[in-house]
C-alpha cells in the first residue's frame, strides 16, 4: 500500500488529478495520507481539506534552522506512516536527509522532456519560454525519481506533445498541463502495483 504525502506550494492541478484517480479506482493500493505546503494560502491545500485530506503547512521559515525543519518534516512524515512522497508544484528544494530516509520513494512531474529544458531556474513559464526559444519540435512532461541532482533523477515516465508553430508559452504550458495530469496519475499506480520495481526504468506513454 503506498501511503503517500504530497508536498506543494500552488494551484495543486496535479494533486487533485491524482486524488481523483485514487477516488474513481483507477489507482488501487494507494491513498494521500497528508499534503504539506510551505504556503499557507497554496491552492493544494484547500483541495486536501475539501477531500477530507490533512493540509498541513510547514515552512522552513518557521525554524531556526534547516535542520529543526527536516527534523518536524521527517516527524510528519513518520507520524501518517508515509511511504511514498510526491512533489506536485513544491518550489523548495528537499534536503539530503530526506532524500536519504525516502531514497527512490519520492517522485516529481517536470513540464518538459528531461534531461533538456530542466535544472535551475526552468520552473513554470521559463520552461516553456525557453523551449519555444530555442524552436523545439516536441515538448511534453516527466515524472522521474528525485536524487540530489537537481531534476535529473532516473527517468519513471515521460509523454511527448508537438509544439505548434502558433504556440505562446501560456498555449504550450496548457497542453503540457494535461499530458501531466494524464502521466503522474498513471505513475503513480505504476509504483502501487508494483510494476516500477527499480529507479532505472524506462517508459514512454504512446
Ligand atoms: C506543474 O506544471 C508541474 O510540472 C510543476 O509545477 C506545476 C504545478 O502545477 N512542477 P499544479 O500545482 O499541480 O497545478
Known amino acids: 500500500m503506498l501511503n503517500i504525502a504530497v508536498l506543494g506550494s500552488g494551484r495543486g492541478s496535479n494533486f487533485q488529478a491524482i486524488a ?8 488501487p493500493n494507494a491513498t494521500v495520507r497528508v499534503v504539506i505546503s510551505n504556503n499557507s494560502a497554496a491552492g493544494i491545500l484547500e483541495i486536501a481539506r475539501a ?77 516553456h519560454e525557453a523551449v519555444i526559444a530555442s524552436r523545439e519540435k516536441v515538448s511534453g512532461a516527466t515524472v522521474h525519481i528525485v536524487d540530489e541532482e537537481y531534476d535529473r533523477g532516473a527517468i519513471v515516465l515521460q509523454k511527448q506533445i508537438e509544439v505548434e508553430p502558433a504556440d505562446t508559452a501560456e ?36
Open 51 to 127: 477531500n477530507g485530506i490533512a493540509a498541513v503547512h510547514m515552512s522552513d521559515k518557521q525554524f531556526a534552522t534547516r535542520h529543526q525543519f527536516d527534523d518536524h518534516l521527517l516527524a510528519s512524515l513518520g507520524g501518517h506512516s508515509v511511504n511514498f512522497v510526491l512533489l506536485a508544484g513544491y518550489m523548495k528544494q528537499v534536503s539530503s536527509r530526506i532524500i536519504d530516509a525516502y531514497r527512490n520513494r519520492i517522485i516529481n512531474i517536470h513540464p518538459a522532456l528531461l534531461p533538456k529544458f530542466g535544472g535551475k531556474g526552468m520552473y513554470g513559464k521559463h520552461v
Open 20 to 27: 481523483a484517480a485514487i477516488k474513481d479506482g483507477r489507482i
Open 171 to 206: 498555449t504550450l504550458a496548457a497542453r503540457v498541463l494535461q499530458v501531466e495530469h494524464e502521466i503522474y496519475p498513471e505513475a503513480v499506480r505504476m509504483f502501487a502495483s508494483g510494476e516500477v520495481m527499480r529507479p532505472t526504468l524506462f517508459h514512454t506513454m504512446k
